[in-house]
């Protein structure tokens, strides 16, 4: 398999790395400065324990749409479904399941250009270059694979690192939901982020 180094991959030159990684089979290793590796793959139905691991964390289940005391006979489930559109990306370290990225394509007749997704690192790695990882991997997909024009989002406005992390990826604020979910007892804002394709870009 081939590996990337950080100094391999600088953010300009990614999307097209990634994409001589993904012809060579959809799958990708990444290294950041701490230089831990990161394989992308596809999940697979086995993966439900560590969804389940990552998602009955509280530092993720506060910051996603999802809700404490998750069920692991519906993650045993969701993972052995794939709904038409959904691709979904695992990162692996050490061959252990890390995070994980769900991008679906719209299916409404209008809306195929488009895609939304949601990601999750285990709270034992952030900071290390996974949800990068999983981005680039992502946006390769998008960009190269499906011929994808825009890709969506909403963000809690105050989850400052995954703000950070879209950012970086070329996303922007686009507007925002007031009490769009409820969160410890209260409402909280939501930001709607998006990214048009930098090729086809007015
Ligand atoms: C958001 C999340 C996916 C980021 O994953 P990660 O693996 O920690 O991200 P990375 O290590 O690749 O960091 C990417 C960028 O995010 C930013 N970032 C990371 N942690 C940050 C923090 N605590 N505060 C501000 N910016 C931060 C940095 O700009 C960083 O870029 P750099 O590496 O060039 O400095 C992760 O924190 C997470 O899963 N959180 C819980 C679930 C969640 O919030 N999901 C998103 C819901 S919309």
Same mark, same amino acid.
């Given at each position: &398999? ?30 950041? &400065? ?7 793959? !596809? ?34 489930? /969701? ?26 394509? /719209? ?27 999983? &981005? ?54 939501? !930001?709607? &982020? ?7 870009? /007015?």
């Amino acid at each position: &398999m081939q590996r990337l180094a950080a100094r391999d991959l600088p953010l300009q030159n990614a999307f097209l790395k990634a994409a001589k990684l993904a012809l060579a089979g959809w799958s990708f290793v990444y290294k950041d &400065m701490d230089m831990s590796t990161v394989e992308i793959r !596809h999940s697979e139905p086995e993966d439900y324990l560590a969804y389940h691991r990552i998602l009955a964390h509280p530092l993720v289940y506060r910051d996603t749409l999802q809700i404490p005391f998750p069920s692991l006979d519906l993650w045993s489930k /969701k993972t052995k479904e794939l709904p038409v559109g959904m691709h979904r990306l695992v990162a692996c370290v050490d061959e252990g399941v890390v995070g994980f990225l769900h991008v679906e394509v /719209k299916q409404a007749a209008r809306r195929h250009h488009a895609a939304e997704f949601a990601i999750a690192v285990d709270p034992a790695h952030f900071g290390q270059g996974v949800g990068s990882a999983l &981005m680039t991997a992502m946006i390769d997909v998008c960009d190269n694979w499906l011929n994808l024009h825009r890709i969506e989002l909403t963000v809690f406005v105050d989850n400052a690192a995954a703000i950070a992390l879209y950012r970086k990826f070329g996303f922007e604020i686009e507007g925002t939901s007031r009490d769009f979910a409820f969160r410890e007892g209260r409402y909280v804002d939501v !930001h709607h &982020m998006g990214r048009i394709r930098p090729d086809v870009q /007015k």
